[in-house]
């Protein structure tokens, strides 16, 4: 479409926004600072061997609140600066229609095989994966937590990632979730040689935990990047307590430096609605059952058609559907699924035979 109704005078933007699922596509974070959602954005941009230009939203994630909160949401904006249309999940079919309406047909539609992207991975991890065991967190969210930056200090190489179960969130009781994990963009990995990661908590003197303190299981190798994790238990937070956090921390720039690190958080009882939804475990990575629970409720025999279908894959259904049948089976999801894990780069896959 962008080929087609760019000579129009149709202008297209993609909005890099804050991350939708961090961990996923390269085991990204999310960033703290605008220069390094800039650099995100600029990763994106190669890795989808995109032409079409990027807006970068700010710190503040203005324009995703202005957009309705969707991670994947559609606008058409007319000359007069009016949303003549308006989608909560990317539909580039009905965009076209809507195009072809608005603007007016093309003489030739771009097929897809006439576009040939120059795709790039993901940036490569500067050390090994899969070393460190990941912590379980099911149905946990992010909570609001606030890094304090200090401008003349290192940055951030590890970024800290809380989350807190429903319990927590409703009541102040409950799990809640410490994941330090490594922004891949600073190159960065762990220095095993040195004491591990370790964090300290303080918190107001009604606030009730397991442990006020923690520190990361030493390992054999001299390196790796796996995240340091915690699982607390928690008791009487009231929602308008802070809890500040110090973690402690050896980080090494590839082969060229080593920074020993002191950084502090600031955590909040509250859900950060622009945090994202991180997959925990095995993030990233599919199977053709797990794909078919996410993806819709299946009907007769395994199967499932376009109507109980939800999310991304709705907009490809026909193309997914490559039998014609009305239907994605049990092969065709497999499929689905070794695409996601490819083009993903998945993070550790979940224990156990699936494996």
């Not at 202005?66 to 009016?82: F, H, K, Q, W, Y």
């Not at 008791?235 to 110090?246: A, N, Q, V, Y």
Request: glycine share 8%; net charge neutral; proline share 9%.
């Amino acid at each position: 479409m962008y080929r087609d109704y760019g000579p129009k005078g149709v202008k297209f933007f993609f909005i890099y926004k804050t991350l939708a699922h961090p961990e996923l596509a390269g085991n990204y974070v999310q960033p703290f600072t605008l220069e390094e959602r800039l650099a995100q954005a600029r990763q994106a941009e190669k890795q989808l061997g995109a032409t079409i230009p990027w807006l970068v939203d700010d710190m503040d994630n203005r324009l995703k609140h202005a957009l309705g909160d969707r991670p994947n949401s559609e606008l058409i904006i007319d000359p007069e600066g009016r949303i003549v249309r308006k989608r909560a999940w990317s539909f580039p079919a009905e965009v076209r229609k809507d195009l072809e309406k608005l603007v007016g047909p093309v003489e030739r539609i771009t097929n897809e095989s006439d576009v040939v992207l120059k795709l790039q991975p993901p940036v490569k991890t500067p050390a090994a994966r899969g070393v460190v065991p990941r912590v379980p967190r099911p149905a946990m969210q992010a909570i609001v937590m606030e890094p304090q930056i200090d401008p003349k200090g290192p940055p951030f190489y590890a970024k800290l990632r809380a989350e807190a179960d429903a319990g927590l969130l409703m009541t102040g009781k409950g799990k809640l979730y410490l994941g330090f994990h490594l922004d891949p963009f600073h190159q960065a990995h762990w220095n095993n040689l040195t004491p591990p990661l370790r964090f300290k908590l303080e918190v107001p003197e009604e606030v009730k935990l397991d442990k006020m303190s923690g520190e990361a299981p030493k390992v054999q190798e001299t390196s790796d990047a796996d995240p340091r994790e915690f699982l607390l238990a928690v008791e009487s937070w009231p929602e308008d307590k802070p809890i500040r956090l110090t973690v402690t921390y050896s980080a090494c720039v590839e082969d060229k430096s080593c920074h020993a690190v002191q950084q502090s958080y600031v955590l909040r009882r509250q859900r950060d609605r622009d945090g994202g939804g991180a997959r925990g475990e095995g993030a990233g990575y599919w199977d053709a059952e797990g794909l078919a629970r996410q993806i819709g409720t299946a009907g007769a025999e395994g199967k499932l058609s376009k109507d109980k279908v939800m999310g991304l894959v709705r907009p490809h259904f026909e193309k997914l559907d490559t039998n014609k049948d009305g239907f994605l089976d049990a092969e065709e999801l497999k499929a689905l699924a070794e695409w996601l894990n490819h083009h993903h780069q998945p993070g550790t896959p979940a224990p156990g035979p699936k494996q």
